[in-house]
Structure formats: structure tokens, C-alpha cells
Nanobody, 124 residues
Framework: QVQLVESGGGLVQAGGSLRLSCAASGRTFSRYGMGWFRQAPGKEREFVGCISWTAESTLYTDSVKGRFTISRDNAKKMMYLQMNSLKPEDTAVYYC?????????????????WGQGTQVTVSS
């Protein structure tokens, strides 16, 4: 099992930026794709994006393309989510997770270990 801890959430005005971090420990972090999800109150957990274990490939949901960027540092066992041009609809708890299926899988069930989440609130 890999243990994941998110950080970096907070309150920001619309149009602002935040950088979330995901720290991993345990099994070999660098061998797995990693993803970011978010969940707003009363809504299902939503795929945000993911990055391959080599960092050569990324996928994003349409609503964040061009605004969010995922990166990773395997030597530090860290993954990041740079969020720019934030909108009130980006408000949610953000989670990082390890990909347990083949690349391209984006359902929550395709991901294994999960962090505890970090709250992002975007005010209008």
C-alpha cells in the first residue's frame, strides 16, 4: 500500500491560483500512475486529471483543461496540481490517488490508495 497525504488547499478568490501537493510513502511511488479527484458537497467524486508514472503523459477532464497542470517528482515521491484561473465551481475537496488499472482509466474504482483530501474554496 502507498500512503498519500494532500496539502495546499485553502480559500482563494475567483481568478486566483493554488498549488496542491500530494506526498507519498510506502510502496514504489514511481511505478504507478497518479490521479487527482474532487468532490463537491452533494456530488459524486469527479476525475480531475492524472499523470503517468514517467510523467510523459497526462489526462484532464474538459472543465480544467488549460487551467490545471499535474506534475510529479518521483525522487521526492511528490505529485502536484497547479490550479490557475480558479472558478467558484472548482470548490471541492481534492484527493490524490494511485492508479491501479491500465493508463486511461478514470473512474474512482480504478484507483487504489487515497489521501484524506484537502479543501479548496473559490469565492466569487
Amino acid at each position: 500500500q502507498v500512503q498519500l497525504v494532500e496539502s495546499g488547499g485553502g480559500l482563494v478568490q475567483a481568478g486566483g491560483s493554488l498549488r496542491l501537493s500530494c506526498a507519498a510513502s510506502g510502496r514504489t511511488f514511481s511505478r504507478y500512475g497518479m490521479g487527482w479527484f474532487r468532490q463537491a458537497p452533494g456530488k459524486e467524486r469527479e476525475f480531475v486529471g492524472c499523470i503517468s508514472w514517467t510523467a510523459e503523459s497526462t489526462l484532464y477532464t474538459d472543465s480544467v483543461k488549460g487551467r490545471f497542470t499535474i506534475s510529479r517528482d518521483n525522487a521526492k515521491k511528490m505529485m502536484y496540481l497547479q490550479m490557475n484561473s480558479l472558478k467558484p465551481e472548482d470548490t471541492a475537496v481534492y484527493y490524490c490517488a494511485s492508479l491501479e488499472r491500465l493508463w486511461g482509466a478514470v473512474a474512482p474504482a480504478d484507483f487504489g490508495s487515497w489521501g484524506q483530501g484537502t479543501q479548496v474554496t473559490v469565492s466569487s
